[in-house]
């Protein structure tokens, strides 16, 4: 996870894919904006579900202007 200086609620990440882009609600694990593939759209957020709290751990790191820490990738 990355953080940009003008981040803001609610807690969602930015999925890229070749072209694409996708914004995926953390809360929820949901596309909210953009698009993936079918297939990468499916592993985004398998992978978002099985990290769901460290990404929230993350949101709040970077809410309070702090580096998040690195998530392993789905292997």
Request: aromatic content about 12%; overall charge negative; proline content about 8%.
């Amino acid at each position: 996870m990355y953080f940009a200086p003008k981040e803001h609620p609610p807690a969602h990440f930015h999925a890229y894919y070749n072209e694409h882009e996708a914004v995926i609600d953390i809360e929820s694990c949901e596309l909210v904006d953009g698009y993936l593939p079918t297939k990468q759209l499916r592993l985004v957020l398998a992978w978002a579900e099985i990290h769901q709290e460290d990404l929230r751990a993350d949101w709040m790191l970077v809410m309070n202007q702090e580096a998040p820490f690195k998530i392993e990738p789905l292997r």
